[in-house]
């Protein structure tokens, strides 16, 4: 996977993929595949893959806070994903 920003391929995300409802905290880019997690204020943390020949995000899992999800990243490894949010709990997600 190419590591420079691309904005003609993120740009159109948006526009084919309204996925957050109530707001995105933040977002973080798996350092080992296509996927991208993020951390929402609805309490969630979700994963999505990105497929490049259909310029789509597919959503392939989630996880829940019991508060508002404010916070995610990858370790190096892309195994796993921590995340930390209002209800004070920092999860690691594998």
């Keep these: 996977m190419d590591t ?7 740009s159109s995300w948006n526009q084919h993929c309204p996925l957050w ?34 310029d789509e995000l597919d959503e392939i899992g989630y996880r829940k806070h019991n508060r508002a999800a404010l916070s995610c990243c990858w370790d190096k490894s892309g195994n796993n994903i921590f995340s930390g949010g209002c209800d004070n709990i920092i999860n690691v997600w594998n």
């Design 4 to 10: 420079e920003w691309d904005p003609t391929i993120y």
């Design 21 to 54: 409802n109530s707001g995105v905290s933040s977002l973080t880019f798996c350092p080992t595949a296509n996927i991208m997690a993020v951390s929402d204020w609805d309490n969630t943390i979700t994963c999505y893959k990105y497929t490049e020949s259909n």
